[in-house]
C-alpha cells in the first residue's frame, strides 16, 4: 500500500515499466548486482579524479567533498519535456518582466497584485537599481528552476533561482561520465545532447554585451578557489574560453572595468558573477568585502559593463514573492500558468501562521532568505521533539518563515546497497535568457540516497543523476 | 593573460620540478644510507643532502637528530617544510586549481591524481622496504605531468611562465647540489684520488640523474673531478645542466618579449647569465672559484625570478 504513496516515474501501477523507461528496464534485466557496483565506483574514480569536488563549510578536515553520483538516469519523455520547457519558458519570461517593472513603474504594485512592503522592504530589493535598465532589459540571465514531480502531469516549481544557481557542471559531467559508463545505452536511447550548455551560455552573454561592443571580453568572477562551487567556476570559464578572474583581479578606472594582465590591461565588457549582492562593491554594498571590486556598480550603471544575474535579481526568487508568481505570470503574460506553483502559506499572516502551527506535523517549513535545506523542518519526518522545538523558532519570528504542503516527490530507480531500488527526486533544469531564451533539455536531477528521505540537498547526504530527455 | 595567472602557472611547474628534485635527493641518501662501507658519518651524510635541499635550518628548527628516519620524514611528507615532497605537491596543484582556464585537463587531471595518490600515504607506514617504490613512484607522477603539459599545453605565454619555472627551479636545483659537495671537485682533489670521491662525484651524478649520460659523454668515462663539474655546469647536452638550463630560460624569454612586443629587464639578466654560461671555460672557473662562481650563479637565478615577477605583474 504504502509504496504506492509516491509517483514511480519507472513503474506503472501494474508494475510494468512506463514508456520512456522501458529500454531501460529491459537492459538492467540482463545486469547483476555486482556490475552495477563495479560501475558506481568506476564512476566515483572519474570523479576523484577529474577533481569534481564541492567544499563543505564547518569541517576541518578534507574541505573538499565528492558530490555521491547515482549510476541509473533518470528519463523524461520528449512529450514531458515540451510542456516543461513552455512552462519554464513563460515563467523566466515572467520574472524578467517583474523585475523591470519593479526598478521602474511598480505596475503590478499599484494594481494590487504584489503588496508593496512585500517588495520595497525585502532585503533582497536593491533601491540602487531604480530606474536602471540593463541591456535587453534582462535581470536574471541564468536561471536554475527547481522542479518537483507528483503525478504523471502533475509538476510544481518549487523555486525559481534567480541569484547564482549552481550545479550546471554537475548535469554536464555526469553525462560524460554516463558516456563513459554506459556507451550502449546511449546507442538504444536517442538522448538529446546537452554538451553545448557553454555555447548557448556565450551566446547569452554575449548578447547581453554593452551596447556597440560587438566581441566583448567574457569573465566569471570567482569568490576563489576556496569557495563551495570552485570546481564549477573554472568549468564554467574553460568551456566557455573566458577568463577567469577574482575580485582583486579587477579595477575600475575610468568608468570602466579593467583586468590586471601581464603587461596591458584589458577592458571587460560582461561579467558573469558567480558572488553575492552584497559581496560585489565594497564601494556600493558591503564596505569590508574583499571579494568584490571597487567601483564595479558605477561603472555598471554607467553601461560599460554588464554584470550577470544583475543586482537586486533576488527579489525574484524571494520565498516570500514566490506565492504571487502565477499572479506575476498572468500580470505580465496574460496567460494561466503552465507549471504549477505549491500552495505557499506565509507565516507573516495571522491566519496562515495559525493554520501552520495547528498542522505542523504535515507540512514543510522554510526559512525566507534560507537555502541549502538547511534550517527547514520537514513535518512528516520529524519526531515530537523537533516539532516542538520547531514551533518555539516559528512563534518567535513567524515573519521569517514561510510554509508549503509536503510534497509527495516522485522516485526514480536508484543504485542503492541492496540493489536499484526507488529513492525521491528532483530536477533543476538550466535556463539562460538573453536576446532570447534558451533551456537545455536535461538538467540536474537530485536525488535523496537515504530510503525514505524527501531531503535531495547535497549537503544534506543528497546526490545527482544524469538526467535524460529522449527526442522523438 | 592575468599576472595572477602568469604568477601560477610559473610556481605551478617550478613546484612540480621541486618535488622531482627533492626526490631524487632523497633516493640518493637513501642508497648513501644503504652503502654504511662509505657512509662513514651517516649524521653528516644526512646533514649535507638537507643542505642541498635548502631546508637545513627549517630542519634544525624542528629536530635536533639527524636520523634518517628525521631527515626523510621532513623531506617527504613533512606540511610544515614549505619544500618537502608533500608541500611541493599541495603547491603545484593549489597554483593548477587556480588556473585551471589555462592549463589543459590532462596537466590537471596528472597532478590531481597524484595529490589523492600522495594523500593516500600514510607516513608511518613507509618501511623502508616500500620507499624506493615509493620515491620511484613520485618521480614518474612529475614526469607524467610535464609530459602532460609538453603534449598538450598551447605554446603561448602560459607556456613560457610555465617553463621558467620548471628549469629556475632546475638550475637552482643543480647549482646546490654542485655547491654542497663543491670541495671534493676541486682539482686539488683530483690527486687524492681514492674510491671514496669516486663514490662522492658519482653519487652527484646520481642526484641529478647523469650518472650514465656521464659515461656516454666523455670517451674517458672514468669519474674526473674537472669532468663532472663542466658536465653539470656547461654542457649543453645535459638536461639538467646550468648551461641547458638557461639555453631554454632566454629561449623563453626572447618569446615573451616577442609576444609582448617589449624587451624588460628580466630579459635582460636571463642573457647576461646564459652569456657567462657560454663564454667561460671550466678552467676559468675553476680559477676564479668554483664556490664563487656558484653563490654568484644562484643570487643571479634567484634574482631573475624575482624580476620576472615584477616584469609580468605577477599578483
Redesign the interface.
Known amino acids: 500500500m504504502e509504496e504506492r504513496q509516491f509517483f514511480d516515474e519507472m513503474l506503472d501501477e501494474s508494475g510494468g515499466a512506463r514508456a520512456p523507461y522501458r529500454d531501460l528496464a529491459k537492459w538492467l534485466e540482463g545486469k547483476n548486482p555486482a556490475e552495477l557496483k563495479k560501475k558506481s565506483r568506476e564512476a566515483e574514480v572519474i570523479f576523484?579524479?577529474?577533481?569534481i569536488t564541492f567544499a563543505v563549510y564547518g569541517t576541518s578536515e578534507a574541505t573538499e567533498r565528492l558530490i555521491p553520483f547515482d549510476i541509473m538516469p533518470r528519463i523524461i519523455s520528449a512529450s514531458e519535456w515540451r510542456r516543461l520547457s513552455a512552462g519554464i519558458d513563460q515563467r523566466v519570461k515572467a520574472l524578467n518582466a517583474f523585475l523591470h517593472d519593479i526598478y521602474h513603474r511598480q505596475e503590478i504594485i499599484r494594481a494590487g497584485r504584489v503588496p508593496a512592503d512585500l517588495v520595497i522592504q525585502n532585503e533582497a530589493f536593491l533601491p540602487e537599481m531604480i530606474g536602471f535598465t540593463p541591456p535587453a532589459k534582462v535581470y536574471a540571465h541564468i536561471i536554475g528552476t527547481d522542479i518537483v514531480r507528483v503525478g504523471a502531469n502533475e509538476f510544481y516549481v518549487l523555486e525559481d533561482n534567480t541569484r547564482t544557481p549552481s550545479g550546471v557542471s554537475y548535469m554536464l559531467e555526469n553525462r560524460e561520465t554516463m558516456m563513459r559508463l554506459f556507451p550502449e545505452l546511449f546507442r538504444t536511447h536517442r538522448v538529446a545532447p546537452v554538451e553545448h550548455y557553454p555555447d548557448l551560455l556565450k551566446e547569452t552573454l554575449k548578447s547581453v554585451a554593452p551596447d556597440g561592443v560587438d566581441d566583448p571580453t567574457i569573465c566569471v568572477l570567482t569568490p576563489?578557489?576556496f569557495n563551495s562551487a570552485?570546481?564549477e567556476h573554472?568549468?564554467l570559464?574553460?568551456t566557455m574560453g573566458?577568463?577567469?578572474?577574482?575580485g582583486?583581479?579587477l579595477y575600475v578606472e575610468g568608468g570602466k572595468v579593467w583586468?590586471?594582465?601581464?603587461?596591458t590591461p584589458q577592458q571587460v565588457h560582461v561579467i558573469y558573477r558567480r558572488i553575492d549582492d552584497a559581496f560585489l562593491d565594497p564601494l556600493t554594498f558591503r564596505p569590508e568585502s574583499m571579494l568584490g571590486v571597487p567601483g564595479l556598480f558605477d561603472a555598471y550603471r554607467a553601461g560599460n559593463v554588464t554584470i550577470c544575474n544583475a543586482p537586486g535579481t533576488g527579489i525574484a526568487d524571494d520565498k516570500a514573492i514566490y506565492a504571487y508568481v502565477p499572479d506575476i505570470i498572468e500580470f505580465y503574460t496574460g496567460q494561466k500558468p503552465i507549471l504549477n506553483n505549491v500552495p505557499t502559506w506565509n507565516c507573516a499572516k495571522e491566519d496562515d501562521l495559525k493554520y501552520v502551527l495547528d498542522h505542523l506535523a504535515e507540512v514543510v517549513v522554510k526559512e525566507v532568505h534560507g537555502s541549502g535545506g538547511y534550517g527547514m523542518l520537514i513535518g512528516p519526518t520529524s519526531s515530537k521533539r523537533e516539532l516542538a522545538e520547531f514551533r518555539k523558532r516559528l512563534e518567535a519570528n513567524p515573519k521569517n518563515y514561510i510554509a508549503q504542503p509536503t510534497l509527495s516527490l516522485s522516485t526514480c530507480p536508484t543504485h542503492s546497497s541492496s540493489g536499484v531500488a526507488p529513492r525521491h527526486v528532483d530536477l533543476r533544469p538550466y535556463v539562460l535568457v538573453g536576446d532570447k531564451v534558451r533551456i537545455t533539455p536535461g538538467g540536474l536531477t537530485r536525488v535523496a540516497l537515504k530510503k525514505g528521505s524527501l531531503v535531495v540537498n547535497s549537503s544534506q547526504g543528497g546526490g545527482t543523476k544524469d538526467t535524460w530527455v529522449l527526442e522523438d | 593573460m592575468l599576472g595572477r595567472t602568469a604568477s601560477s602557472l610559473f610556481w605551478m611547474s617550478r613546484y612540480n620540478e621541486r618535488a622531482e628534485n627533492m626526490t631524487r635527493l632523497l633516493e640518493v641518501a637513501y642508497r648513501i644510507a644503504m652503502t654504511p662501507r662509505y657512509a662513514s658519518d651517516a649524521e653528516e651524510d644526512w646533514r649535507s643532502t638537507l643542505v642541498s635541499a635548502g631546508c637545513c635550518s627549517g630542519f634544525e628548527e624542528k629536530y635536533s637528530e639527524f636520523t634518517q628516519k628525521n631527515a626523510i620524514n621532513f623531506l617527504l611528507f613533512d606540511q610544515d617544510n614549505p619544500s618537502s615532497v608533500r608541500s611541493s605537491i599541495e603547491q603545484a596543484r593549489h597554483n593548477a586549481r587556480s588556473v585551471r582556464t589555462a592549463i589543459t585537463s590532462e596537466m590537471w587531471e596528472s597532478l590531481n591524481e597524484t595529490y589523492i595518490g600522495f594523500s593516500e600515504v600514510r607516513p608511518q607506514h613507509m618501511s623502508d622496504d616500500k620507499l624506493p617504490d615509493f620515491l620511484n613512484w613520485v618521480k614518474q607522477r612529475a614526469m607524467l605531468f610535464r609530459g602532460a603539459l609538453l603534449g598538450t599545453l598551447m605554446r603561448n605565454d602560459g607556456y613560457y611562465f610555465s617553463q621558467l619555472g620548471a628549469f629556475i627551479e632546475r638550475a637552482d636545483n643543480t647549482a646546490r647540489i654542485l655547491d654542497v659537495k663543491y670541495w671534493i671537485l676541486l682539482p686539488d682533489n683530483e690527486v687524492i684520488g681514492g674510491s671514496l670521491d669516486t663514490y662522492q662525484w658519482s653519487t652527484i651524478l646520481r642526484s641529478v640523474s647523469a650518472n650514465r649520460s656521464y659515461r656516454h659523454a666523455y670517451r674517458d668515462s672514468s669519474l674526473k673531478a674537472f669532468n663532472v663539474a663542466e658536465f653539470l655546469i656547461l654542457r649543453k647536452e645535459m638536461p639538467r645542466s646550468l648551461a641547458y638550463c638557461y639555453d631554454w630560460i632566454e629561449d623563453c624569454m626572447a618569446d615573451l618579449t616577442e609576444g609582448y612586443g617589449e624587451k624588460l629587464l628580466s630579459h635582460d639578466m636571463a642573457i647576461d647569465t646564459h652569456g657567462i654560461l657560454t663564454q667561460q671555460t671550466m678552467e676559468e672557473i675553476f680559477q676564479s672559484g668554483l664556490h664563487e662562481f656558484l653563490t654568484d650563479f644562484i643570487a643571479r637565478n634567484n634574482g631573475l625570478s624575482h624580476q620576472l615577477s615584477a616584469d609580468y605583474n605577477f599578483a
Do not use: C, N
Open positions: 576523484r579524479r577529474l577533481g576563489g578557489i570552485y570546481f573554472a568549468f570559464a574553460d573566458a577568463e577567469l578572474v577574482e582583486r583581479d583586468m590586471r594582465t601581464t603587461r
